[in-house]
């Protein structure tokens, strides 16, 4: 497959956006959790705007029921636009469009959320037999550290699909698909031979565990309309590419590009609030603040 196909640089993102964010309730009762702030943008335009980044200007997101907020957010909003144009605050006016401004975005409706593997699977119309991004929304990726330009670099030199990897410690393997992996030639890329989603830590291949990002080869999509649903019942996107690690003749290899850069979880509300803190003291504009505050409340904290 991959041979027959002319190579074009990979231009679509698929980012899926489903699921019911029950980790976060009753916040996402009728809000979806990608919207919830990071510091003052939503969590979601963080990572469309890492996409655009990677020069992956054509989003598909893949929604579902209670979602409609999502497409508003990246859509014209012309009352409020008046509004600020109007009080003549340009600055506010061009945050306000920033969203609009971004992408290129299209949507599909997952009607059942059926898996991860399922999600990915609701792309195939809109991406065709190309290769594609996959980015899921609860990791954060610093800009400082781009990751998907490489993994769209590698995909480009070996073919098939690249997943992101970061070694976690072991006791957390459990919460992550964890890949089995031999070197490469080069030092930040492996070879994928195995995947297993979400194992006890005893019977985890590695500690490498495939963080939210993905370059796929369309031939993914056969695999997926055969898995069966795996973990949690669900159709699992780890599955198929284990499934492409071990059969690589029908779509490729699986390689895995190591990160050691900074990613930001913002799955769990731990997480999240961690993810807030370490942002926010980084921006230029709150960050002297907050963090003049953050210390004395520690220093509090301390003596308590
Ligand atoms: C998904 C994938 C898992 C991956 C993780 C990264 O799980 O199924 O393999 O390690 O994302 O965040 P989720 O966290 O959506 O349950």
Known sequence: MTSTRTRTRI?????????????????????????????????????????????LSDVLMVTGRNKRPLEDHFDRN????????????????ARVRESSDLATMHYVRQGDPRGLGHAVLCAEPH???????????????????PLLPRMIDVQEQYGGSVVALMEVDPSSIHLYGSAAIVPTAHSDVVRVTDLVEKPKAAHAPSNYAVIGRYVLDPGV??????????????????????????QETVAGPVHGVVFTGRRYDTGDRGDYLRAIVRLACEREDLGPDFRAWLRSYVDEEMQE
């Open 221 to 246: 999509f056969e695999v997926l309309k055969k898995t069966q649903p795996g973990q949690g019942g669900e159709i699992q996107l780890t599955d198929a590419l284990r499934e492409l690690a071990h």
């Open 78 to 93: 012309y009352e409020l636009e008046e509004a600020l144009s109007r009080k003549g605050d340009d600055s506010r006016l």
């Open 127 to 145: 991406v065709g037999d190309q290769p594609f991004a996959v980015l899921l929304g609860d990791d954060l990726i610093d800009p400082r550290d």
């Open 11 to 55: 231009s679509k993102a698929v980012i899926p956006a489903a699921g019911l964010g029950t980790r976060f309730l009753p916040a996402t009762k009728a809000t979806p959790k990608e919207m919830l702030p990071v510091v003052d943008k939503p969590a979601i335009q963080y990572v469309v705007e890492e996409a655009v980044a990677a020069q």
